[in-house]
């Protein structure tokens, strides 16, 4: 099995353990995917120009993005849980 990367059109072979877990873990890339994808779409309405009117869209857009973005963190945890790997992608660098 393998999946395209929408960036660069190349297919990238699956790992073995996403082949190993099978629909558990295709299922956390799927919801990992819309929420990207949400998040992508948020951002891009916080790029547009507005000429006039109160920032309030852009507070709510911000809030949708932070929301969005948590619940992202919390997916890629419990895929990292899933796949048991030796050398989690997940873990977040000191800020």
């Known amino acids: 099995m393998a999946s395209r990367n929408p960036q660069s059109n190349w297919i990238l072979p699956t790992p073995p353990c996403l082949t190993e877990f099978g629909p558990q873990a295709q299922v956390l890339l ?13 951002a891009d309405f916080l790029l547009l120009e507005v000429d006039e009117g109160p920032p309030s869209p852009r507070i709510q857009l911000a809030c949708l ?25 997940c873990e977040s660098p000191s800020h």
């Open 30 to 42: 799927e919801q990992l995917r819309e929420s990207c994808s949400q998040v992508r779409l948020a």
């Open 65 to 89: 993005i932070k929301e969005r973005a948590g619940k992202i963190q919390e997916q890629l945890e419990t895929l990292c849980q899933v796949l048991n790997c030796p050398t989690s992608p």
